[in-house]
């Protein structure tokens, strides 16, 4: 199979480098900058392993690829919020004997939240989610950072909505020889609604800075409680604590290159870059969107949701906004709600 890597950032670069050095075929999809340079000078992967160049076929769209083949596999690796813009333009592409992508070829969501794979079943007949334990940095066009070790990264894999088959598995094959492990399991979405409760931080990361202080960690429980609740009142499943424990203890160890310590997430990286856009609509709006169709409050996601999206969107400095006066904003966010809510003489 050759994978197609459509979004070939942090998370989409460390998956098609590694496929790469296992000895697949991999052809990258970026856009600006950074397709620029994967096309001039290639993708440097840095791992614990060293630093190696990977010089792969690197497109901008569907058209510089031209005829897919029935061995492709599509994977979806830009944010949520360029996810609709990916899969109307690779969606018609056509595939050698007849048919288009969306008919007949399989496309893996490797991302953050729950939501595009549900937009992609709406184009595409096989989509496959994915829960990404991955941790990459996007350094600069071009270069990409995965210091997770002995493994780069977990990636539970099934169909969506439920269900495996051959194809997964063959994926997950292919996965696992190329320094992940890649669980195929028929509820790929009890992992990511489980990862969605972790990404709720995401948010607090990007406008306050890595979560290290005590009132960040307070904060970020206050804000996963209320994501468990909407769950709860959803009735929507979701693995626990244990089962994640079980699944990831000791398998991935971060190991700076540099001796620094990590920085921050998808979303801070978003921030960082001055992309203009970040996912918060697609993690903490997910809380939100559950919370207003099933009747539980949300001021907190609500909260860093709009703070996020502010942030990207008048393109402030990642982490500038002090802990302190964010939990401030948090508090006066509940308060407002809880004096909504309450009974009138």
């Known amino acids: 199979m050759r994978y197609i890597i459509i979004g070939a950032g942090a998370v989409g ?51 510089a690829l031209g005829e897919l083949r029935p061995d492709d596999v599509l994977v979806l690796a830009v944010k949520t919020q360029d996810s609709e813009a990916a899969l109307e333009a690779w969606g018609p592409s056509p595939v050698a004997g007849g048919g288009t992508a969306a008919e007949r070829l399989p496309l893996v969501c490797a991302q953050n939240g729950v939501e595009s794979p549900r937009i992609a079943l709406r184009r595409f007949r096989r989509v496959y989610g994915v829960c990404v334990w991955l941790p990459a940095t996007l350094v600069e066009s071009g270069a990409v950072s995965a210091a997770g070790a002995p493994l780069t990264g977990i990636l539970h894999l099934g169909r969506h909505p439920h269900g495996t088959d051959e194809t997964a598995r063959r994926i997950a094959a292919d996965l ?47 804000v996963r ?10 009735d929507i499943a979701y693995t626990g604590e244990e089962e994640q424990k079980k699944a990831r203890d000791n398998k991935i160890r971060f190991e700076p290159f540099d001796g620094s310590e990590r920085g921050g997430g998808s979303s801070w990286q978003s921030l960082d870059r001055g992309t203009g856009t970040i996912e918060a609509d697609y993690l903490n709006g997910e809380i939100v969107l559950l919370g207003r169709l099933h009747g539980v409050p949300t001021p907190l996601n609500e909260l860093l949701q709009r703070l996020a999206n502010t942030f990207a969107r008048e393109r402030r400095a990642a982490g500038s906004l002090p802990v302190a006066e964010l939990v401030r904003l948090a508090d006066e966010a509940v308060a407002f709600v809880q004096e909504e809510r309450a009974p009138r003489p």
Do not use: C
């Open 176 to 222: 696992e020889k190329a320094h992940f492990e890649a669980p195929v399991v028929p509820d790929v979405a009890r992992w990511q609604y489980a990862k969605l409760l972790g990404n709720l931080a995401n948010a607090i990361e990007a406008v306050s800075g890595v979560l290290t202080s005590e009132e960040g960690l307070a904060l970020f429980a206050r």
């Open 13 to 63: 670069g460390a998956i098609g480098g590694r496929l790469a050095e296992a000895g697949h075929e991999v052809a990258l999809v970026a856009r600006g900058a950074h397709y620029e340079a994967l096309r001039t000078h290639g993708l440097r992967l840095m791992t614990s392993e060293g630093t190696r160049t990977h010089r792969l076929p690197t497109v901008d769209g569907p058209a």
């Open 225 to 234: 409680a209320e994501g468990e609740a909407v769950l709860a009142a959803a």
